[in-house]
């Protein structure tokens, strides 16, 4: 009852403060004839505002109220004004909606202040400012609000709730001038007409800019989840308003090209008595579409974004992937050929309007050829989905984790697909069909992480791959999903050379967390935002004189806002780690070193040496850096690239790189998907 409650006071109070604020756009607009005032369709506009401006402060009481019961979690605290008073008080929620009552209070009195005066242009043009500060407000509690950098995303909500206004809020004044004509048989006067065409001018612009600022916004809500359009609650309401939104679009135009011409420019009785009668009720419909348009952008503003929806249960068989399909057979001719069908169908709709063709025509090819587009291009981009395809993994993409889908990989894979997940176990001639390469091909990139879930599962139907459900918990075939995403990355890696390539951070390393010698503890990502980080994967005693010059050089190093943390690749006691460790003054990693071992080994591969064939040759010594945004950025391997960080004037050379380098990527996720 709390969640209709509080969407009918949001939805009331907007639309109140969009009509207030479009209305006096219009009144400025037209009112650069001073004898628009005094019209009667005018007249009854100004008597609204006064109401409009109160139901926006009765709107703004009842979001604080039911804001303060979901808040608190208190449903009685709804009805309580000094629950309302301590979240005024105390939340940053609290006093965006105190700011908001305030520029709301001052929007009542300038239109009551307009009221009681000889009226003026300036007067509606300093209410319109007036009216736009509560929408403003508004926006910097809005979703975009709430994002890392949330600058650009909140200018460019605000700009398209403030143009929403323009259309919407103007759309009262347009029915009050076509509804004010007494006679429906002669033209509407010259300066209602001039009011209409000046405004019209005015709309088409705007309306375009809507658009523009609506994707923006969308985009940035739904973000590379555009499955969620069709899967969440987010997805739904947002295409309910786009349909809307193009049905008002279709009125708009009708009325912008046929009807409103006809009741300004024509003397034909019957054509002017014709146009006014669509031009009332489709503006009508239009303004009660938007009412409703505006109910489901508030619904929108209140629902979780796409991007952090789960889909927990895909409900098709199918989904639409270039990536798993792109390189197929035919796939690219067919999805041009269905772009250029596209082509001519946007072409058919302008050769319509040029070469005036009749409705039906105008209307149906088209649509014709969009359909066919689609009917040409999508099939070949369609793969097999599952319930789970969408599913966010609940293990996050960690050392302990990869460490862990190592070994059940190793148990139960190697079979089939070899010791490095290449398809080439000494059961692969067996099977009906050749099992996939989990390192080489791009398999990962191409299917979700749900997709290998359910494989993993229910095993894939006339391949031979059994499903593994009764074998391994959840947990650890979710883990297996982590181990195969880390062995294909770090086959990825093997671009990866003692250079920094400036600006190009693109892979994120397996997060961790650990337990030193001498007492500290921490997770990789402490670091972002901070330091660099320099992992040392040694081997004793092999890796004793490269430790020496770090030690050496560990000063410098820490002047480039660079920590060590060196990782044992053999197996030591504690005593011999404390030993070790005696010498050195950077942490030697004590609980964790194993499961982190086994992580960045697979990233141990160098496009000089691939090392696809048997078990594998892991390394006795590497080093890698990972930037202060989270990513990996560079890798030493003494036996592969001689001398390398060896020389350290070139290593302190990267460290300055990455110092120098400014935020251009977002921190990689924690999650694969």
Request: one cysteine or more.
């Given at each position: 009852?709390?969640?209709?409650?509080?969407?009918?006071?949001?939805?009331?109070?907007?639309?109140?403060?969009?009509?207030?604020?479009?209305?006096?756009?219009?009144?400025?607009?037209?009112?650069?004839?001073?004898?628009?005032?005094?019209?009667?369709?005018?007249?009854?506009?100004?008597?609204?505002?006064?109401?409009?401006?109160?139901?926006?402060?009765?709107?703004?009481?009842?979001?604080?109220?039911?804001?303060?019961?979901?808040?608190?979690?208190?449903?009685?605290?709804?009805?309580?004004?000094?629950?309302?008073?301590?979240?005024?008080?105390?939340?940053?929620?609290?006093?965006?909606?105190?700011?908001?009552?305030?520029?709301?209070?001052?929007?009542?009195?300038?239109?009551?202040?307009?009221?009681?005066?000889?009226?003026?242009?300036?007067?509606?043009?300093?209410?319109?400012?007036?009216?736009?500060?509560?929408?403003?407000?508004?926006?910097?509690?809005?979703?975009?609000?709430?994002?890392?950098?949330?600058?650009?995303?909140?200018?460019?909500?605000?700009?398209?709730?403030?143009?929403?206004?323009?259309?919407?809020?103007?759309?009262?004044?347009?029915?009050?001038?076509?509804?004010?004509?007494?006679?429906?048989?002669?033209?509407?006067?010259?300066?209602?007409?001039?009011?209409?065409?000046?405004?019209?001018?005015?709309?088409?612009?705007?309306?375009?800019?809507?658009?523009?600022?609506?994707?923006?916004?969308?985009?940035?809500?739904?973000?590379?989840?555009?499955?969620?359009?069709?899967?969440?609650?987010?997805?739904?309401?947002?295409?309910?308003?786009?349909?809307?939104?193009?049905?008002?679009?279709?009125?708009?135009?009708?009325?912008?090209?046929?009807?409103?011409?006809?009741?300004?420019?024509?003397?034909?009785?019957?054509?002017?008595?014709?146009?006014?009668?669509?031009?009332?009720?489709?503006?009508?419909?239009?303004?009660?579409?938007?009412?409703?348009?505006?109910?489901?952008?508030?619904?929108?503003?209140?629902?979780?974004?796409?991007?952090?929806?789960?889909?927990?249960?895909?409900?098709?068989?199918?989904?639409?992937?270039?990536?798993?399909?792109?390189?197929?057979?035919?796939?690219?001719?067919?999805?041009?050929?269905?772009?250029?069908?596209?082509?001519?169908?946007?072409?058919?709709?302008?050769?319509?309007?040029?070469?005036?063709?009749?409705?039906?025509?105008?209307?149906?090819?088209?649509?014709?050829?969009?359909?066919?587009?689609?009917?040409?291009?999508?099939?070949?981009?369609?793969?097999?989905?599952?319930?789970?395809?969408?599913?966010?993994?609940?293990?996050?993409?960690?050392?302990?984790?990869?460490?862990?889908?190592?070994?059940?990989?190793?148990?139960?894979?190697?079979?089939?697909?070899?010791?490095?997940?290449?398809?080439?176990?000494?059961?692969?001639?067996?099977?009906?069909?050749?099992?996939?390469?989990?390192?080489?091909?791009?398999?990962?990139?191409?299917?979700?992480?749900?997709?290998?879930?359910?494989?993993?599962?229910?095993?894939?139907?006339?391949?031979?791959?059994?499903?593994?459900?009764?074998?391994?918990?959840?947990?650890?075939?979710?883990?297996?999903?982590?181990?195969?995403?880390?062995?294909?990355?770090?086959?990825?890696?093997?671009?990866?050379?003692?250079?920094?390539?400036?600006?190009?951070?693109?892979?994120?390393?397996?997060?961790?967390?650990?337990?030193?010698?001498?007492?500290?503890?921490?997770?990789?990502?402490?670091?972002?935002?901070?330091?660099?980080?320099?992992?040392?994967?040694?081997?004793?005693?092999?890796?004793?004189?490269?430790?020496?010059?770090?030690?050496?050089?560990?000063?410098?190093?820490?002047?480039?806002?660079?920590?060590?943390?060196?990782?044992?690749?053999?197996?030591?006691?504690?005593?011999?780690?404390?030993?070790?460790?005696?010498?050195?003054?950077?942490?030697?990693?004590?609980?964790?070193?194993?499961?982190?071992?086994?992580?960045?080994?697979?990233?141990?591969?160098?496009?000089?040496?691939?090392?696809?064939?048997?078990?594998?040759?892991?390394?006795?010594?590497?080093?890698?850096?990972?930037?202060?945004?989270?990513?990996?950025?560079?890798?030493?391997?003494?036996?592969?690239?001689?001398?390398?960080?060896?020389?350290?004037?070139?290593?302190?050379?990267?460290?300055?790189?990455?110092?120098?380098?400014?935020a251009i990527l977002p921190p990689p996720s924690d999650h694969v998907h």
């Amino acid at each position: 009852m709390i969640e209709i409650i509080a969407a009918f006071a949001r939805w009331t109070q907007l639309v109140a403060n969009l009509i207030i604020f479009g209305s006096c756009i219009f009144l400025a607009i037209a009112g650069q004839q001073k004898a628009v005032f005094e019209s009667s369709w005018a007249t009854r506009l100004e008597r609204g505002l006064p109401w409009l401006g109160g139901i926006i402060l009765i709107g703004l009481l009842g979001v604080l109220a039911t804001t303060t019961g979901e808040a608190t979690g208190i449903a009685a605290n709804t009805w309580r004004p000094d629950a309302w008073l301590e979240v005024v008080q105390q939340t940053r929620m609290g006093q965006m909606w105190a700011t908001r009552a305030l520029f709301a209070l001052v929007l009542l009195g300038i239109i009551l202040y307009i009221r009681q005066v000889y009226r003026v242009r300036w007067h509606y043009i300093l209410c319109a400012v007036a009216a736009s500060l509560p929408l403003i407000a508004g926006s910097m509690v809005s979703h975009s609000a709430a994002e890392e950098m949330p600058l650009v995303p909140v200018f460019t909500y605000a700009l398209h709730i403030l143009l929403a206004g323009i259309w919407f809020g103007a759309l009262p004044a347009f029915l009050l001038i076509i509804f004010s004509k007494e006679d429906p048989g002669k033209p509407l006067d010259l300066l209602s007409a001039e009011s209409l065409k000046k405004f019209s001018a005015v709309a088409l612009p705007t309306m375009v800019i809507i658009m523009g600022t609506g994707l923006i916004v969308a985009d940035r809500m739904v973000g590379k989840d555009y499955h969620a359009l069709v899967a969440s609650a987010y997805g739904w309401v947002l295409n309910i308003k786009l349909l809307l939104l193009v049905i008002i679009l279709m009125i708009a135009y009708r009325a912008r090209s046929r009807w409103l011409p006809a009741l300004t420019q024509n003397n034909d009785v019957e054509q002017i008595q014709n146009g006014s009668q669509r031009l009332r009720k489709w503006v009508s419909i239009e303004f009660v579409l938007a009412f409703f348009l505006v109910l489901f952008a508030t619904i929108l503003a209140n629902t979780k974004p796409a991007k952090h929806a789960m889909v927990e249960n895909w409900p098709y068989s199918f989904r639409f992937s270039i990536d798993a399909t792109w390189y197929e057979p035919n796939v690219q001719l067919l999805f041009w050929g269905g772009v250029a069908l596209l082509i001519l169908a946007a072409g058919s709709v302008w050769l319509g309007f040029k070469k005036k063709w009749e409705m039906r025509k105008r209307i149906g090819i088209p649509v014709a050829l969009t359909i066919a587009s689609f009917a040409v291009a999508l099939p070949p981009l369609a793969v097999d989905a599952y319930p789970e395809t969408y599913q966010n993994t609940p293990v996050p993409f960690d050392a302990i984790s990869i460490s862990n889908g190592s070994l059940h990989f190793s148990q139960n894979c190697t079979s089939c697909h070899g010791p490095q997940g290449q398809g080439n176990g000494i059961l692969a001639k067996t099977l009906p069909k050749p099992p996939a390469d989990l390192l080489t091909e791009p398999h990962t990139a191409r299917h979700t992480a749900g997709d290998f879930f359910h494989w993993l599962t229910y095993g894939i139907a006339e391949t031979g791959m059994p499903g593994f459900s009764n074998n391994l918990s959840e947990e650890d075939r979710w883990d297996v999903v982590n181990y195969l995403h880390a062995m294909s990355r770090g086959y990825q890696a093997r671009l990866l050379s003692p250079r920094v390539v400036p600006e190009k951070p693109s892979i994120g390393p397996p997060i961790f967390s650990y337990f030193a010698h001498d007492g500290s503890s921490g997770y990789l990502k402490d670091f972002r935002q901070k330091k660099t980080v320099m992992l040392v994967f040694f081997t004793w005693p092999q890796s004793q004189d490269r430790l020496q010059q770090l030690k050496a050089s560990y000063d410098k190093l820490g002047e480039l806002n660079t920590t060590i943390l060196a990782i044992p690749m053999n197996d030591l006691e504690q005593q011999e780690i404390l030993n070790i460790a005696a010498d050195i003054p950077f942490p030697v990693v004590t609980e964790g070193a194993n499961e982190i071992r086994n992580s960045y080994i697979l990233y141990r591969r160098t496009l000089t040496h691939p090392d696809i064939l048997g078990e594998g040759v892991i390394p006795e010594h590497s080093e890698f850096l990972v930037d202060r945004y989270g990513y990996l950025r560079a890798r030493w391997i003494p036996d592969i690239d001689e001398n390398g960080w060896a020389n350290m004037n070139f290593l302190t050379q990267q460290l300055a790189q990455l110092n120098n380098e400014k935020a251009i990527l977002p921190p990689p996720s924690d999650h694969v998907h």
